[in-house]
């Protein structure tokens, strides 16, 4: 098959959508006024900032009020958990051990600060475990944090009744929609979502802006102090640019979603079922109950780098949760939360699709991931020495 060229880490980051950045570029070099200002420049880009706020809340259910405008996803957690946390002085933080570190060091942090936390497991499948959560639950407990999508897996959690679990205890429920937001329907309200992070550049929206979704009455501190922006929660002149890119990003993504939906996973299943045709490998978390272009496999017998490296040289961008990539030595935290072992955690390959993506890519994955497995195995003393 001829060399192509096939972008299959769209949980990293994605493509800027074309009709996206033409929708940004008047801001850069017509309307560029600081939205605080009085004149009428300034006054359009005043318009446009209410317009963005008020699309992404009817978008995700809530009202424009509620809705803060932030740097992207890292600082969306940091704002929402360190928020509370900082409000409330002491207590209790409950998380998930599969969250992403934008979370999970942001409680590790606030642990040496002096507050408590549980990092609650997940089942063999990569979902979190309802009963351990609502036993974690404690008098001081102050914030619950799950993220409603994994990024390296694809597994969807429990969130309507997480968030249910959380409003019954009178406990503020943070998650981050970093993964889900422009890939799944997102009702905050019905959803009983107190806080919500999202970010642009997940979903064709520019990168460095993201979302904080703050339910009325709850009030995390400021993270960023200065000006008075953002009704003073958020100081810094609006990143205008990007903000309206990513409503228009945001829209575009949620519009015919089920059909959208419905060929990606189409596709991913084709992926997962050729992957799993080659032998020793094995499907890492919840076969359903995953977005919809997210492929998770270990492939045991090589190492994860060996395997992005070449699927590099043959065109194909794709991710692992081993070592190097994320230049540290442990394997993912995720796969290892699942159950699996080092060696096993280490050979895992995650290819996140989109609706840009064909079938003929997904021919080309297929037609090439088998060649460069057998050729790394080939060269692999353990595939030598493999127990028969
Ligand atoms: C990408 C990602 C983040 C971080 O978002 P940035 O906008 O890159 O800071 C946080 N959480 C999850 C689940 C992510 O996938």
Request: proline fraction near 4%; hydrophobic fraction near 40%.
């Amino acid at each position: 098959m001829e060399k192509r060229f096939v972008y299959a880490d769209n949980a990293a980051t994605t493509r800027v959508r074309p009709e996206v950045l033409a929708r940004m570029l008047p801001y850069f070099t017509e309307v560029y006024g600081n939205p605080s200002g009085l004149y009428s420049v300034s006054r359009d880009a005043a318009v446009e900032l209410d317009r963005a706020r008020a699309k992404i809340a009817g978008l995700l259910n809530c009202e424009a009020r509620e809705i803060y405008f932030t740097s992207g996803g890292s600082e969306s957690d940091n704002a929402a958990i360190a928020g509370i946390a900082r409000k409330r002085g002491r207590g209790h933080i409950i998380t998930s051990k599969i969250e992403h570190h934008a979370v999970l060091n942001t409680v590790k942090a606030l642990e040496k600060e002096g507050f408590s936390a549980t990092y609650v497991d997940v089942d063999e499948n990569g979902i979190i475990k309802l009963d351990e959560l609502k036993k974690a639950i404690r008098d001081d407990t102050i914030l619950i944090t799950v993220m409603y999508a994994n990024n390296e897996i694809g597994t969807i959690q429990p969130i309507k009744e997480i968030g249910e679990l959380a409003r019954a205890h009178k406990i503020p429920f943070h998650t981050d929609a970093v993964q889900a937001a422009g890939h799944l329907n997102i009702d905050v309200r019905a959803e009983n979502i107190d806080m919500l992070s999202l970010s642009a550049h997940k979903f064709g929206g520019p990168k460095g802006c993201g979302v904080l979704y703050v339910r009325r009455g709850v009030n995390p501190r400021p993270l960023i102090y200065g000006g008075g922006q953002e009704s003073g929660r958020r100081a810094g002149t609006e990143n205008l640019a990007s903000i309206v890119g990513m409503a228009e990003a945001l829209e575009l993504s949620l519009s015919g979603l089920e059909q959208k939906n419905a060929r990606v996973t189409e596709m991913r299943d084709r992926l997962i079922d050729g992957i799993l045709k080659i032998p020793y490998t094995r499907l890492n978390g919840d076969r359903t109950r995953r977005l919809p272009g997210n492929v998770n496999v270990s492939v045991e017998y090589i190492e994860g780098e060996s395997l992005i490296l070449l699927l590099d040289l043959n065109g194909i961008c794709a991710s692992s949760g081993s070592a190097c990539t994320t230049g540290s030595l442990d394997p993912s935290h995720v796969l290892l939360a699942l159950g699996l072992s080092h060696e096993v955690a280490h050979g895992s390959l995650r290819l996140t699709i989109n609706d840009e993506t064909t079938d003929d890519d997904i021919d080309y994955i297929l037609d090439t991931l088998p060649r460069v497995v057998d050729r790394l195995r080939a060269m692999s003393p353990v595939w030598e020495r493999r127990p028969e």
